[in-house]
């Protein structure tokens, strides 16, 4: 990927565009722009944290292991998300260890430089503001999605996440394997493939790592079906 695209991609970011204009060709020059293939360990849990991630391309997933040896998967973060800002800019350990998932490009944002920029101009600390706070309303969406929905309802959502605009129905490709899926919507293996078998009722079908999915409205209305209602029927 050209270093141009890499800059185009990497200014259609929320962290980017939340930016003064007049500072971000200034970051861009000074971050360092890196391909990863997958598998790759971005870093590692407890490694002091030094920059911050922008993606650009690909997934990239966030994890710890339990003592029992067992992979909790965090997060999974796609193109134009960012992550590690708040560690980075207080200059404290990762909490989490990172890897690749997929083949993809991120630009790593030294932290030093972006603090350096933040003594000079307060209004980037209110862009950093931002993207915490969309860091934050994503963990509460996460959050409400365990307490509220069942397990095929949050697969639903994550298929509809994929699902172009404007289209009655279509096909898509699961970005990642089945088991990470599973992890990110925590849920186990398991317990994915029995969601995948209570979408037929949606409309949905599952071909190896493809979804097809017969009518987007019909996927919708079962992803935002109350599950507590059927008690409140006499």
Same mark, same amino acid.
């Given at each position: +990927?050209? %270093? ?18 007049? &500072? ?28 911050? &991630? ?49 083949? $993809?490009?991120? +630009? ?9 920029? +933040? ?5 980037? $600390?209110?862009? +950093? ?5 969309? %860091?934050? &309303? ?17 697969? #639903? ?12 129905? $279509? ?10 899926? #599973? ?36 996927l919708r209305d079962y ?6 209602? #059927?008690?409140?029927?006499?």
């Open positions: +990927m050209s %270093h141009e695209r890499h800059k185009s991609l990497a200014r259609a970011s929320l962290f980017i565009r939340s930016l003064p204009e007049q &500072h971000v060709e200034q970051l861009l020059s000074r971050s360092v722009f890196r391909h990863y293939e997958r598998g790759e360990t971005l870093f590692i849990q407890d490694e002091p944290a030094q920059v911050i &991630h922008l993606v650009l391309d690909g997934w990239v997933k966030l994890y710890r292991i339990a003592p029992n040896g067992a992979e909790a998967v965090v997060s999974v973060f796609a193109s134009g998300e960012s992550f590690g800002e708040a560690v980075a800019l207080r200059g404290t350990p990762y909490p989490v260890s990172a890897e690749a998932v997929t083949p $993809c490009d991120l +630009m790593l944002v030294p932290a030093a430089i972006l603090v350096q920029m +933040m003594k000079e101009d307060p209004d980037i $600390c209110v862009a +950093m503001l931002a993207t915490t706070f969309t %860091h934050l &309303h994503s963990l509460v969406a996460q959050l409400e999605q365990l307490k509220a929905q069942t397990g095929a309802q949050r697969v #639903a959502e994550f298929l509809l996440e994929l699902v172009p605009a404007d289209t009655d129905g $279509c096909t898509v490709t699961l970005p990642y394997d089945k088991a990470l899926i #599973a992890g990110k919507l925590g849920m186990k293996p398991e317990s994915l493939s029995r969601a995948f078998s209570r979408l037929k009722q949606a409309g949905v079908k599952i071909r190896k790592n493809h979804a097809e999915i017969e009518n987007i409205e019909q992803a935002e079906d109350d599950p507590a209602a #059927a008690w409140s029927k006499t």
